[in-house]
T-cell receptor
Framework: GENVEQHPSTLSVQEGDSAVIKCTYS??????FPWYKQELGKRPQLIID?????GEKKDQRIAVTLNKTAKHFSLHITETQPEDSAVYFC?????????????FGKGTHLIIQP | GAGVSQSPRYKVAKRGQDVALRCDPI?????LFWYQQALGQGPEFLTY????????KSGLPSDRFFAERPEGSVSTLKIQRTQQEDSAVYLC????????????FGPGTRLTVT
């Protein structure tokens, strides 16, 4: 099965600064790379995803970059705001997320300091 | 439109009792997933349905766990003879079809076994 590691486990940044979270995976057949955000007591929600034929994707302040050779992908959040405080999970998948269960990382707790 | 709903939202069971957790996916979604999320951890895959067919149950931790989706819509996760280690949030997610699509999560059922 897929081994997924996220780093760091906790990240504290000043409001307005950038945050980067890295996810490494083991299965070279992985072809779908989503990031989910989970606020305390709430459901996980997809914030951005990328497929294996694309190296980078951006949506306003959020971007994901993929390095398939090195088997890692990263979440980038710029101009961080208090509402970005949450736990972020990566969940690489070999079949695209719709047909197989996702393997989640252990999560990164992002804290935005005012 | 309505999102994924789950009931009950909270369940307290005495050790040894049976429980049934319900998931109503988004209407028309073909794929349905169950995950278990322990406190401070990422969701862990339990089982997957495509319509009424249970295509993957590799994540079910023991034969005390059983899931069904008889008409390809509503799903029930049943846990027999609950034990304290079953205490967790049980998340249901649905996806419109197979392939690289976002999974939409429900709010979860928090199960506490005393």
């Amino acid at each position: 099965g897929e081994n997924v590691e996220q780093h760091p486990s906790t990240l504290s940044v000043q409001e307005g600064d950038s945050a980067v979270i890295k996810c490494t995976y083991s299965d070279s057949a992985s072809n779908y790379f989503p990031w989910y955000k989970q606020e305390l007591g709430k459901r996980p929600q997809l914030i951005i995803d990328i497929r294996s034929n694309v190296g980078e994707k951006k949506d306003q302040r959020i971007a994901v970059t993929l390095n398939k050779t090195a088997k890692h992908f990263s979440l980038h959040i710029t101009e961080t705001q208090p509402e970005d405080s949450a736990v972020y999970f990566c969940a690489p998948s070999t079949s695209g997320g719709g047909a197989d269960g996702l393997t989640f990382g252990k999560g990164t707790h992002l804290i935005i300091q005012p | 439109g309505a999102g994924v709903s789950q009931s009950p939202r909270y369940k307290v069971a005495k050790r040894g009792q049976d429980v049934a957790l319900r998931c109503d996916p988004i209407s028309g979604h073909v794929s349905l997933f169950w995950y278990q999320q322990a406190l401070g951890q990422g969701p862990e895959f339990l089982t997957y349905f495509q319509n009424e067919a249970q295509l993957d149950k590799s994540g079910l931790p023991s034969d005390r766990f059983f899931a069904e989706r008889p008409e390809g819509s509503v799903s029930t996760l049943k846990i027999q003879r609950t034990q304290q280690e079953d205490s967790a949030v049980y998340l249901c997610a649905s996806s419109p079809r197979e392939g690289p699509y976002e999974q939409y999560f429900g709010p979860g059922t928090r199960l506490t076994v005393t």
